[in-house]
C-alpha cells in the first residue's frame, strides 16, 4: 500500500505554495475582495441577529470565552464564535457565491480566520491572507470534480468549507508547511453536510458554514500541537474526493496547477436578493417582464429554460417548488421565487416568511411556471436566466439573461455592498450611527490588530 503512495502528495504541493505567500504580495484585487467578503459577511451576521435558528445555536453553546458573536453580547470560545457567526452569514441565503462551485467563500472562511485570529492575538494582514488563501482553496477545490458532490447529495460549501478555512486558518496563524499538511488532514475527517434539508426546508444547512468554520480551527490548533493528519487526505483512495463525489479521478491541477499566480476569487460574486443564486437570473428576467407592462392576469404559462444541474434543488418535486411549506424552503424553489419577482417588483428579505409563501398572488403566478432543460446551459460555470411567457391573447415574450447580476459580468461596487451592509444592519436592529462606526471599523480591520468588540451587542 505504501508503495502507491504519491512522493508529494496534493496537500504537501498545496502547502508548500501557501507557506511562501506573504500578506503584502497580495494583489490589489485579492485584497479588495477580502475586503468586499469583510463588509458582506459583517452585515450579513447582523441582520440574522435575532433570528431563531441564530438564537437557537447561541442557547445550544456552553463555551463561552473572550470572542466575539458579531451582533451578540455574549462572547465565546474561538469555535463558538466562528459556529455562530458562520450560521448567521449562510442563514439567510444572502451571502457571496463562487460560480465556477458553486459555493459559499466568506461564510465559511471569515468567520473562523477573524476568530482564529481574535483568539491568538494575530494581526489584520494575517487575517487578509487567511481569507484570501481559505478563500482561493475552497473555491479550487469546488472545480475538481464539478457538481459531483451535489449529485451524491452532498453539500459542497460544507465539504470544501471545511478544507478552505483550514488552510486559511492555518496560513493565519503561522503554521509550517508540515503543520498545515496535517491540518489539512485533520479537517478532512470533519468534512461533513448533507442536503436533506431541501425535503422540508430544515435548518441543517444554514449550519453546515458554521460548522465547518469551527473545525476549521480546532483542525489547526491540532495540527499546531502535533497531531498528525493523512497527507493523501485530497487524492487518495479513501481521500476526500472518494468520500464526497464517489471519485479520485479528479482534475487536480485545478487546486494547485497556477495556485497564487491567478486568483479565482477576484471572480467571486455578492448577492442582490436572499435566496439560492440560481434563481437571481430568472428574478431579473421576471421583473423586466413585469416592467413591460404585462400583469400576472395576462399569464397564461411561464416556461425556463434551466440547467440540468439545478433541477434537483431548485425546480423538484415541481409542486412543491411552487408551493413552498415555510419560508426557508421557498428560497431553493425557483417557481415561487420568480413569481415573488414578478408580482412584487423585487425579491427581499420578507419575502421569504412563512407568511409570504401564502400570498394568494404570488402563488397564482408560481402554479404556471414550468421548465424545460436546456442541455448547452453552462451551469456551474455561469448561471444564467430564461422566461418564455405565453400569454392568454396568444401572444409569447421571452427574457434572457446571460449572467449573474453581482457577478464578474456585472459585479456589486463597493458602493453597493456598503448600502447592502446598511440595510442588512438595519433590519438586525441598528441604526444608522451603529452601521457607520462598524463601517469605519471594518475599513481599517487589515492594516491593524483584530480588535472586534465594537462589533458585539
Keep these: ?206 449550519m453546515h458554514p458554521g460548522w465547518a468554520a469551527q473545525s476549521a480551527i480546532r483542525a489547526a490548533l491540532l495540527a499546531r500541537a502535533g497531531f498528525l493528519g493523512p497527507r493523501t487526505v485530497f487524492e487518495g483512495v479513501h481521500g476526500l474526493f472518494h468520500a464526497f463525489a464517489h471519485t479520485t479521478k479528479g482534475n487536480y491541477d485545478a487546486l494547485i496547477g497556477d495556485f497564487a499566480e491567478r486568483w479565482v476569487i477576484e471572480t467571486l460574486a455578492f448577492k442582490p436578493y436572499p435566496c439560492g443564486t440560481m434563481a437571481h437570473p430568472y428574478i431579473d428576467c421576471a421583473r423586466r417582464l413585469a416592467a413591460k407592462g404585462i400583469k400576472p392576469s395576462d399569464v397564461k404559462d411561464l416556461v425556463c429554460e434551466v440547467g440540468e444541474g439545478t433541477v434537483h434543488r431548485l425546480w423538484e418535486p415541481l409542486a412543491a417548488k411552487r408551493r413552498p411549506q415555510n419560508g426557508y424552503a421557498a428560497k431553493f424553489a425557483t417557481p415561487f421565487i420568480l413569481a415573488t419577482g414578478f408580482v412584487k417588483g423585487g425579491v427581499g428579505l420578507d419575502a421569504f416568511t412563512d407568511d409570504a409563501v401564502k400570498d394568494p398572488d404570488v402563488l397564482a403566478l408560481a402554479a404556471k411556471v414550468s421548465y424545460v432543460i436546456d442541455p448547452n446551459n453552462p451551469y456551474p460555470n455561469a448561471f444564467t436566466g430564461h422566461i418564455r411567457a405565453v400569454l392568454n391573447d396568444g401572444r409569447v415574450v421571452e427574457e434572457r439573461q446571460p449572467h449573474f447580476r453581482g457577478g464578474a459580468q456585472e459585479p456589486l461596487t463597493r458602493a453597493d455592498l456598503e448600502e447592502k451592509f446598511v440595510l442588512n444592519a438595519r433590519h438586525g436592529g441598528w441604526d444608522a450611527a451603529r452601521s457607520t462606526a462598524a463601517l469605519k471599523l471594518l475599513a481599517k480591520l487589515y492594516d491593524g490588530g483584530i480588535e472586534l468588540s465594537g462589533l458585539r451587542g
Design 1 to 206: 500500500m505504501d508503495a502507491q503512495l504519491p512522493a508529494t502528495a496534493l496537500a504537501e504541493q498545496l502547502a508548500t505554495r501557501i507557506a511562501t505567500l506573504r500578506p503584502d504580495a497580495l494583489p490589489a484585487g485579492v485584497r479588495a475582495k477580502c475586503e468586499d467578503l469583510l463588509i458582506d459577511v459583517v452585515g450579513l451576521c447582523v441582520t440574522a441577529r435575532n433570528e431563531d435558528y441564530v438564537q437557537a445555536v447561541l442557547a445550544g453553546l456552553d463555551d463561552d470565552g473572550p470572542c466575539t458573536a458579531i451582533g451578540h453580547t455574549r462572547t465565546l470560545t474561538s469555535a463558538g464564535a466562528a459556529l455562530v457567526n458562520g450560521t448567521a452569514t449562510h442563514g439567510e441565503d444572502f451571502d457571496d457565491t463562487f460560480e465556477g462551485g458553486p459555493v459559499h467563500a466568506g461564510a465559511v472562511v471569515v468567520p473562523a480566520v477573524l476568530a482564529a485570529c481574535e483568539r491568538h492575538g494575530r494581526k489584520g494582514p494575517d487575517a487578509m491572507l487567511g481569507i484570501a488563501i481559505g478563500s482561493e482553496v475552497m473555491c479550487r477545490l469546488s472545480t475538481v470534480v464539478p457538481k459531483a458532490a451535489h449529485k451524491a447529495g452532498f453539500h459542497p460549501t460544507a465539504v470544501y468549507g471545511v478544507m478552505g478555512a483550514t488552510a486559511g486558518v492555518a496560513a493565519a496563524l503561522g503554521l509550517t508547511q508540515k503543520q498545515t499538511v496535517d491540518a489539512l488532514g485533520i479537517a478532512g475527517s470533519m468534512a461533513a453536510g448533507i442536503i436533506e434539508y431541501l425535503a422540508e426546508g430544515t435548518w441543517t444547512k444554514r
